[in-house]
């Protein structure tokens, strides 16, 4: 193993530790000059195998230029990292600079490291994006060393990958011997995150250096002191005892998958705790202080527990939490590992962690989760080739910087690996997007941001292009978003616009923790004061998370094999040998339907196993050809397992409502007839620089923003509908808002596996879905009491055998 400079070495022997295998093979791999993707487990010190090589070549041959960028996927690790960064540096007394870069940063700071850079810069891609469209880029970079990439896993799928990935190739451009390290702990697929890390993708240039084992995971299910409930997923009916497990642990951090459940919980453990522990909440709509404050908190030991999301999903290095709860199921295992790795955060102890399901299903996913984990299965990753608003977006930056040729560039944007099969013709069309506007807008001035001064010669149009560029950059399109504030103008979060707009004054919400009343509406803002009455919680749009498909495979394992079923609680398995006696179970590759009649109106449940989207998605195209077949359909309910839609004439042969020309005719009308193909082209016109959120001085409210793109779709709908900007709609509504990869395997395969039992009334397999509907379907404010008899009588109905 290569020696450590005496000064590393000297440090880690004060500390009574010994360099880990993989962080000297790290430094291996850098003095051989190796691009390398390290893949180690929580706590395992990947932020030090990272940096690690910096440190020594640092030492070895100081320099004050810029030597070592690290980019993360959130700014709160960058913030953690610099704070883990600066200690050991301190400690060592070494003479280097470490500053974080993210949009919180002052501007005249962000201005003294554009002249003066730190040694070690930690920032985003949306920084770093930035970073590049300013003229001294190439002078800044000249001499960068490494690019970090931590959480590799987090964004190199998503729109943030192609935007890194780009920003690598031009500063693979600017500085030819950059070396290139990724990070992560959840991999399944090393190769395709080597590839994506790789100089023209090419796989064989990045070294894959792989940490040691850690201890395994801890993990169980919190069954309820009760029967485990027939709807619902949030886990709340467990909430007495996620109590006990708070006050017998040190620290917990319980994992919630909406904003607004963690909202709920929190709410919920605050009514019962009558130790009055110091508990806290995090979640990504909450103000940047009120984060901060939190996140020092836990850092310093002062809070017992965490509720929290997605936002404390990465990296935060938390030593003393000795427990993680996740309420509801966690839809995958790399997520579910990845959440688990939170507590501990040392390698050769367990972490603990708790899944809390909310429903019957979810007691299969959960179980499903922890096989998974147990057999170290982690969710399949799937990359697709680089989105063209995010290139468009990309060009223009590097336009900002200076004029470009062309041909060079087309060859750097090639060698990231998104781009890697970018066809000249596609090329040439974001081209003249972004210097007309597209062929049905090129009448207009504001849309002409590039001009070809000479051929292959690119410039800017205007010097307000770049001022324009620069306060609109970025890849993370929020819904339009309103403030919470009190009188004294203290900001506590944000709420969607359409949320707000449902608010009145003297209306109370739960927000950030608190009971709040509103007293005023002010511009985009809403003004609270405290309350104790009792309130409504906050809501948020938004994806939602679905079953990933390797639980999914496992959870229909389940059902078709009876073996493992003596693992399962007493009602759980009950459950299940009814609905065997009373209807089937169906076979993993089988798609079950059941009809059956109920109160005069006739439903058919049918159980794919495919996620919320996907299943929301079918439901829509289902009742569209119910309607079409004179069948009078009246709605229907979706879950991650099943969909159940119901109507006023019986489903007698449900085969023809699930052919595949489904996926032609109804889903291209439907799609464009939603608001999700509008909302899709929101989201690419505002990345890919079409229409602006601020202007300098001035933010346009959500509303604008929506008019303005409205217009333009509606637009280019009626007199150019193959612009590059509705492809790349059409694109994000195919993909990620309706799952139409899962859609077209569900009716690809459901003529010939279909199994269709006509049942004489409600199955047990079907309760969880009719337990919704009677939910949907009562009288605003009917009594919680009215709606538990309603279910309870539907349970008896469906369990009765005989």
């Given at each position: 193993?290569?020696?450590?400079?005496?000064?590393?070495?000297?440090?880690?022997?004060?500390?009574?530790?010994?360099?880990?295998?993989?962080?000297?093979?790290?430094?291996?791999?850098?003095?051989?000059?190796?691009?390398?993707?390290?893949?180690?487990?929580?706590?395992?010190?990947?932020?030090?195998?990272?940096?690690?090589?910096?440190?020594?070549?640092?030492?070895?041959?100081?320099?004050?230029?810029?030597?070592?960028?690290?980019?993360?996927?959130?700014?709160?690790?960058?913030?953690?990292?610099?704070?883990?960064?600066?200690?050991?540096?301190?400690?060592?007394?070494?003479?280097?600079?470490?500053?974080?870069?993210?949009?919180?940063?002052?501007?005249?700071?962000?201005?003294?490291?554009?002249?003066?850079?730190?040694?070690?810069?930690?920032?985003?891609?949306?920084?770093?994006?930035?970073?590049?469209?300013?003229?001294?880029?190439?002078?800044?970079?000249?001499?960068?060393?490494?690019?970090?990439?931590?959480?590799?896993?987090?964004?190199?799928?998503?729109?943030?990958?192609?935007?890194?990935?780009?920003?690598?190739?031009?500063?693979?451009?600017?500085?030819?011997?950059?070396?290139?390290?990724?990070?992560?702990?959840?991999?399944?697929?090393?190769?395709?995150?080597?590839?994506?890390?790789?100089?023209?993708?090419?796989?064989?240039?990045?070294?894959?250096?792989?940490?040691?084992?850690?201890?395994?995971?801890?993990?169980?299910?919190?069954?309820?002191?009760?029967?485990?409930?027939?709807?619902?997923?949030?886990?709340?009916?467990?909430?007495?005892?996620?109590?006990?497990?708070?006050?017998?642990?040190?620290?917990?951090?319980?994992?919630?998958?909406?904003?607004?459940?963690?909202?709920?919980?929190?709410?919920?453990?605050?009514?019962?705790?009558?130790?009055?522990?110091?508990?806290?909440?995090?979640?990504?709509?909450?103000?940047?202080?009120?984060?901060?404050?939190?996140?020092?908190?836990?850092?310093?030991?002062?809070?017992?527990?965490?509720?929290?999301?997605?936002?404390?999903?990465?990296?935060?290095?938390?030593?003393?939490?000795?427990?993680?709860?996740?309420?509801?199921?966690?839809?995958?295992?790399?997520?579910?590992?990845?959440?688990?790795?939170?507590?501990?955060?040392?390698?050769?102890?367990?972490?603990?962690?708790?899944?809390?399901?909310?429903?019957?299903?979810?007691?299969?996913?959960?179980?499903?989760?922890?096989?998974?984990?147990?057999?170290?299965?982690?969710?399949?990753?799937?990359?697709?080739?680089?989105?063209?608003?995010?290139?468009?977006?990309?060009?223009?930056?590097?336009?900002?910087?200076?004029?470009?040729?062309?041909?060079?560039?087309?060859?750097?944007?090639?060698?990231?690996?998104?781009?890697?099969?970018?066809?000249?013709?596609?090329?040439?069309?974001?081209?003249?997007?972004?210097?007309?506007?597209?062929?049905?807008?090129?009448?207009?001035?504001?849309?002409?941001?590039?001009?070809?001064?000479?051929?292959?010669?690119?410039?800017?149009?205007?010097?307000?292009?770049?001022?324009?560029?620069?306060?609109?950059?970025?890849?993370?399109?929020?819904?339009?978003?309103?403030?919470?504030?009190?009188?004294?103008?203290?900001?506590?979060?944000?709420?969607?616009?359409?949320?707000?707009?449902?608010?009145?004054?003297?209306?109370?919400?739960?927000?950030?923790?608190?009971?709040?009343?509103?007293?005023?509406?002010?511009?985009?803002?809403?003004?609270?004061?405290?309350?104790?009455?009792?309130?409504?919680?906050?809501?948020?749009?938004?994806?939602?998370?679905?079953?990933?498909?390797?639980?999914?495979?496992?959870?229909?394992?389940?059902?078709?094999?009876?073996?493992?079923?003596?693992?399962?609680?007493?009602?759980?398995?009950?459950?299940?040998?009814?609905?065997?006696?009373?209807?089937?179970?169906?076979?993993?590759?089988?798609l079950l339907v059941e009809t059956f009649p109920r109160e005069g109106r006739h439903y058919m449940c049918v159980?794919?196993?495919?996620?919320?989207?996907?299943?929301?998605?079918l439901g829509m195209l289902i009742t569209r050809r119910m309607e079409t077949a004179g069948l009078k359909p009246?709605?229907?309910?979706?879950?991650?397992?099943?969909?159940?839609?119901?109507?006023?004439?019986?489903?007698?042969?449900?085969?023809?409502?699930?052919?595949?020309?489904?996926?032609?005719?109804?889903?291209?009308?439907?799609?464009?007839?939603?608001?999700?193909?509008?909302?899709?082209?929101?989201?690419?016109?505002?990345?890919?620089?079409?229409?602006?959120?601020?202007?300098?001085?001035?933010?346009?409210?959500?509303?604008?923003?929506?008019?303005?793109?409205?217009?333009?779709?509606?637009?280019?709908?009626?007199?150019?509908?193959?612009?590059?900007?509705?492809?790349?709609?059409?694109?994000?509504?195919?993909?990620?808002?309706?799952?139409?990869?899962?859609?077209?395997?569900?009716?690809?395969?459901?003529?010939?596996?279909?199994?269709?039992?006509?049942?004489?009334?409600?199955?047990?397999?079907?309760?969880?879905?009719?337990?919704?509907?009677?939910?949907?379907?009562?009288?605003?404010?009917?009594?919680?009491?009215?709606?538990?008899?309603?279910?309870?009588?539907?349970?008896?109905?469906?369990?009765?055998?005989?």
């Amino acid at each position: 193993m290569t020696a450590l400079p005496p000064v590393i070495a000297d440090w880690f022997a004060s500390r009574g530790w010994t360099p880990r295998r993989h962080q000297l093979a790290m430094l291996d791999e850098a003095r051989a000059g190796h691009h390398a993707l390290l893949v180690a487990a929580t706590g395992a010190g990947k932020t030090m195998a990272g940096f690690l090589p910096s440190l020594v070549e640092l030492i070895e041959a100081p320099t004050d230029r810029l030597h070592t960028l690290y980019v993360s996927p959130l700014k709160a690790l960058a913030v953690d990292v610099q704070r883990n960064l600066l200690t050991p540096i301190e400690q060592m007394g070494l003479d280097i600079r470490v500053e974080t870069r993210s949009g919180d940063t002052p501007s005249d700071r962000k201005a003294r490291q554009r002249v003066r850079p730190p040694q070690m810069l930690l920032t985003t891609p949306e920084s770093l994006s930035l970073l590049l469209s300013y003229p001294d880029s190439a002078l800044l970079f000249e001499n960068l060393s490494t690019i970090i990439v931590d959480e590799i896993h987090a964004f190199a799928r998503e729109k943030r990958g192609d935007l890194l990935a780009l920003a690598m190739a031009r500063l693979q451009t600017l500085a030819p011997n950059l070396r290139r390290v990724g990070l992560s702990a959840t991999v399944s697929d090393p190769d395709a995150y080597r590839s994506w890390l790789a100089p023209d993708a090419d796989l064989d240039t990045v070294a894959l250096v792989r940490g040691e084992d850690a201890a395994e995971p801890d993990l169980s299910i919190l069954l309820p002191e009760g029967r485990m409930p027939w709807g619902g997923h949030s886990g709340r009916h467990s909430v007495p005892e996620v109590m006990r497990l708070i006050e017998q642990h040190s620290t917990t951090l319980v994992f919630c998958n909406t904003r607004s459940l963690a909202e709920l919980i929190f709410q919920e453990l605050w009514a019962i705790n009558d130790q009055s522990l110091p508990i806290g909440i995090h979640h990504g709509s909450l103000a940047l202080e009120a984060r901060r404050k939190v996140e020092a908190a836990m850092g310093d030991g002062r809070l017992r527990a965490l509720v929290c999301t997605a936002s404390l999903d990465l990296g935060i290095d938390w030593g003393n939490v000795d427990l993680v709860v996740q309420m509801g199921a966690p839809k995958g295992s790399s997520r579910l590992l990845q959440r688990i790795g939170r507590a501990n955060h040392r390698m050769d102890e367990p972490s603990k962690g708790m899944i809390v399901p909310g429903n019957r299903f979810e007691y299969l996913e959960a179980r499903a989760a922890l096989d998974a984990v147990a057999a170290k299965e982690l969710d399949p990753e799937i990359f697709r080739p680089g989105t063209f608003d995010v290139l468009a977006q990309h060009i223009l930056g590097i336009a900002c910087a200076g004029p470009f040729d062309e041909a060079e560039l087309l060859a750097e944007v090639r060698s990231a690996a998104p781009y890697a099969g970018l066809t000249d013709e596609a090329w040439r069309r974001v081209l003249d997007y972004i210097a007309t506007g597209g062929y049905s807008l090129r009448a207009y001035d504001k849309f002409k941001r590039l001009v070809e001064y000479e051929p292959g010669k690119w410039r800017i149009t205007r010097p307000a292009v770049i001022a324009q560029h620069r306060l609109n950059a970025g890849v993370i399109v929020d819904n339009p978003m309103m403030d919470v504030r009190f009188q004294n103008g203290r900001m506590l979060g944000r709420v969607e616009e359409g949320f707000g707009a449902t608010l009145s004054i003297g209306d109370h919400i739960f927000f950030a923790g608190l009971g709040l009343e509103v007293i005023r509406f002010q511009d985009t803002d809403i003004v609270v004061r405290a309350s104790a009455k009792q309130a409504r919680l906050v809501t948020y749009g938004g994806q939602r998370m679905s079953m990933t498909t390797h639980l999914a495979d496992r959870v229909r394992a389940f059902l078709a094999d009876d073996r493992d079923w003596h693992r399962f609680p007493d009602d759980v398995r009950e459950w299940l040998e009814i609905q065997a006696r009373r209807s089937i179970l169906p076979q993993p590759d089988q798609l079950l339907v059941e009809t059956f009649p109920r109160e005069g109106r006739h439903y058919m449940c049918v159980y794919p196993f495919e996620g919320w989207n996907a299943h929301q998605s079918l439901g829509m195209l289902i009742t569209r050809r119910m309607e079409t077949a004179g069948l009078k359909p009246l709605g229907f309910v979706a879950n991650d397992y099943a969909l159940a839609a119901y109507s006023l004439e019986p489903v007698t042969d449900p085969r023809p409502l699930f052919s595949p020309d489904i996926l032609e005719h109804e889903f291209i009308e439907w799609v464009e007839q939603s608001h999700l193909l509008k909302r899709a082209f929101r989201e690419v016109a505002v990345i890919g620089g079409l229409v602006e959120r601020q202007h300098p001085g001035k933010r346009k409210t959500g509303k604008q923003v929506s008019f303005s793109t409205d217009l333009i779709y509606d637009v280019l709908r009626k007199y150019e509908p193959e612009h590059l900007l509705l492809k790349a709609a059409w694109d994000d509504a195919r993909g990620r808002m309706t799952e139409l990869g899962r859609l077209a395997r569900l009716v690809d395969r459901a003529a010939a596996t279909m199994i269709h039992v006509e049942a004489d009334r409600v199955t047990p397999l079907a309760i969880p879905l009719m337990v919704v509907i009677g939910r949907e379907a009562a009288p605003a404010g009917t009594a919680d009491e009215a709606l538990l008899v309603e279910a309870e009588a539907l349970v008896e109905e469906a369990m009765r055998v005989g």
